[in-house]
Structure formats: C-alpha cells, structure tokens
C-alpha cells in the first residue's frame, strides 16, 4: 500500500510503526474472509482491510478521529484472525492498537460512552472492586430490561453476564511461593491477574496443584496484578503501560532473585498482551530490555505443560471434549497443537466445532460495549459446539468461558482443570 506521510509525521515512531505496517498491505482480501464482523455485517468498512483504509486516511492527515471511524474501529474485536490469514504478515494488532490510542486522544464520546468506558476502567482490572461490584450486581440485575432501552446499554449486558454467585477469594491469588511435590524440576512464576481470579479462582489453584505434583515450584509475586489488556483494548495507554511496568518488575525481582524458567499464564487474553510487553515498551529506555525479557519468558500453561515429559495420566476419564481455541490463543499467540494434544493424551476425546477460527464475541469487555454484535456471534458459536455433540466444552481463557457459558447448555470449564483432574486433581465444578 502506498503511503504519503510527511518527514515531520515519521518523526513520531508510533506513526512510523504504523506507516510500515500500513506498506505491507496488498489489498488481497484474504482477511475479509475470516473477519467476524465481515462475515456478520458485509460492511467493507467492517473488515480488517476496510478499517486498515480508514486509519491510513486519517493518520495520514493527522486529524482528529470521527464518528464514522470510531464506530467501525470499535466494532473490531481485536480477534487477530486477520493476522493469520494474512499472506503479507501485515501486523494489524499494532496498527489497530494505534488507531484505538488516537481515537482515545483526539475524540469525545457521549457521556453515556464516556461513562460506561470509565466505569470498566475503574472496576475490571482491580479484583477488590470487581468482587463488590459483582456482589451488588444482584441489585441491579431487576433493572437490565430498563438500562436495555437507554444509552447506557452496555449496563444491561454487564448485568447479565455478573454470575449470580461469586467464589471467595482465593489463597492462590496471595503472594508467595508454592513448593514443588519431590524433586524440584522447574520454577515459574504464575499471573493470578484481575478478573479470572474473581470469577473462577479454581482456575489458578488446578493450574498450581497439577504444576506442583509435576514437581515445578510455582511463585506468585508481590505487586503483580491485571496484565493490562482490558485497558489496552480501549485505547487506554498510559494506564496500560503503567500495568506493564508493574508487572515487569514484580517478575523480575524473582528472576533476578531465585531464577525463573517461564512466566505461566492461564488467561490466553493476558499472554497475547504480555508476549506484546517488548514492543510496548520498546521506547521506555528503564524498561525496553526487562519487557523484552519478560515477553520471552511469558508461556500459556498448555505451552509449559507440553515441554515437560508428563507421566501417564492417573485418571483417565473418557468424555468427549469440544476444544474451544480461543482467538487469544490461536490468532495472537499461534498456539494450536498444545492443548488438544494435551486433552488427548490424558485420555479426553476431543472435538473440534465448525468455524473454530471465528471469535466467540467476548473480546475482553467488546460483549459489554458491542453487545448486540457479540451475542450474535455467542450464539453462531454455542450452536457450532453443541453440534459436536460433547459433554462438555475446554478453553483457555476466562472472558470465552463465560461467554460461551451464559448460553451452552454444557458445562465450559479452563482446559487446565481438566488436565489436573486427569493428573490426580480435583474433578472440576459441575461436571457429571
């Protein structure tokens, strides 16, 4: 794609970034094809190539941002599927997420939107406000119907999705250090994160248990905390960035201290946004080399799992299982093969629903702020597993598991916990 910025424009690296990747583009289409959007909308303007015209347009005149590209901009899921069925390696995360910056910086939403996007800010990325908030959404939740017909929409997709009851607080989410069972043959560290850690803590206590009897030593550091995703995703970068740091040191104060073989991450979501640390904080000259560090050490649980040499399975419990990939995984970080072999080999039948390329509609917080278009998308998507027939559905990544929850009529459990299970844990909630 040809480009017209002005040498004083390609002073601003993150325009040069985007001038780059904008370069690499050929107009082959290949993306429309696998968009989910597209696929619902057939709105060229709702495709990767269709946004990717917009953004060159209005960074190329360095113009604030409109209506008219903020609303196809948000549209995005931020799946990345466009990433792999790209011929041209055009890398559309960086350049979207750029765009999402721009808009954040140069366009006032309405107040409603302003005040929906703040209120996500504040409440999702800190576990103690999300667990009150989800406590008093039992109180909102006869007022859904209400907010549904006003511009505060988003309010009732949020109630909807608030489970009715939350777990408690998990010791597993406390700092310190987990001993490895026997002979110690590896040490991680484990992010505990923000929202997984309050909807379903049993996620990170099968992920420690099953690490632990594997005889891997599992430390959860002191100030580590949500990753920085949700606020990335909304265009948010200072708050991003200042969650990246904060990560960055909490790991590297145990790498630097007692040695660290990989950073383990049980929410796909988070490991695209920490695998992208290096190139987020490339111009940080304090924390360009650390960021960088932390990406290479930064691992799904399924890509640790499938580098060790795993004992036979102790239990082998024999239920079909639809594997559910989510976009995080499959799309940003290029993981496929691990967690479907894993399920196999501890004795799962595993199934692989229709369209497995297209997103599930959940998005981090895209079910709460484009709800209509996410439903559409849960529902293509619940229809697709339930044709496989299976008893149940895995993933790897919370914002998929409640998503697809709040319609399958099967159980939707962390890939994980079944892994544990079938490794001598405990046999996950809600499976018969």
């Known amino acids: 794609m040809q480009t017209n910025f002005s040498p004083e424009q390609l002073a601003d690296p993150h325009v040069a970034e985007s001038e780059k990747i904008l370069r690499n583009c050929v107009h082959c289409g290949f993306c429309t094809a696998t968009c989910p959007t597209y696929v619902l909308l057939g709105n060229?303007?709702?495709?990767?190539?269709?946004?990717?015209?917009?953004?060159?347009?209005?960074?190329?005149?360095?113009?604030?941002?409109?209506r008219e590209i903020v609303t196809h901009i948000d549209r995005c899921l931020s799946c990345l599927a466009c990433m792999t069925t790209c011929p041209s390696g055009v890398h559309y995360m960086h350049l979207v997420d750029h765009a999402r910056a721009h808009i954040e910086k140069t366009f006032r939403r309405r107040l409603p939107d302003r005040l929906v996007r703040a209120l996500l800010a504040f409440v999702l990325p800190h576990p103690g406000r999300f667990r009150a908030a989800l406590k008093l959404a039992r109180f909102g939740r006869p007022f859904a119907g209400l907010f549904e017909r006003t511009a505060l929409k988003p309010l009732a997709a949020m109630l909807r999705l608030a489970p009715k009851t939350v777990p408690p607080a998990s010791p597993a989410s406390r700092p310190g250090v987990h001993a490895a069972s026997g002979p110690r043959r590896g040490r991680v560290a484990l992010l505990t994160g923000c929202a997984q850690s309050v909807l379903d803590p049993a996620i990170n206590e099968a992920t420690i248990s099953l690490l632990n009897r594997l005889g891997v030593e599992v430390a959860v550091p002191e100030g580590e905390g949500c990753c920085g995703a949700l606020v990335h995703h909304m265009g948010r970068e200072h708050a991003a960035l200042e969650a990246a740091r904060r990560n960055v040191d909490a790991w590297m104060r145990v790498a630097d201290n007692d040695g660290l073989d990989a950073i383990v991450i049980t929410a796909s979501g988070c490991g695209t946004t920490i695998k992208d640390y290096g190139f987020m904080l490339r111009l940080d000259p304090a924390y360009a080399e650390k960021a960088a560090r932390v990406s290479a050490l930064a691992k799904d649980v399924t890509e640790y799992l499938a580098a060790l040499d795993l004992p036979e399975p102790q239990n082998r419990p024999g239920l079909t299982v639809a594997y559910h990939s989510a976009c995080s995984m499959q799309h940003g970080q290029k993981i496929s093969l691990q967690p479907r072999e894993l399920l196999s080999r501890a004795g799962f039948n595993v199934r692989e629903p229709r369209e497995g390329h297209l997103c599930c509609g959940s998005a981090g917080t895209y079910n709460m702020l484009q709800p209509e278009i996410s439903a559409r998308l849960r529902d293509r998507k619940v229809k697709n597993i339930e044709a496989t027939g299976a008893a149940l559905v895995a993933t790897g990544n919370i914002g998929c598991i409640t998503q697809i929850a709040s319609a399958a009529r099967m159980p939707v459990v962390h890939t994980v916990q079944l892994l544990d299970w079938a490794y001598g844990g405990r046999k996950p909630e809600g499976i018969a």
């Open 44 to 66: 060229e303007l709702d495709s990767p190539r269709g946004r990717i015209y917009l953004i060159k347009d209005m960074l190329e005149a360095g113009r604030p941002a409109d």
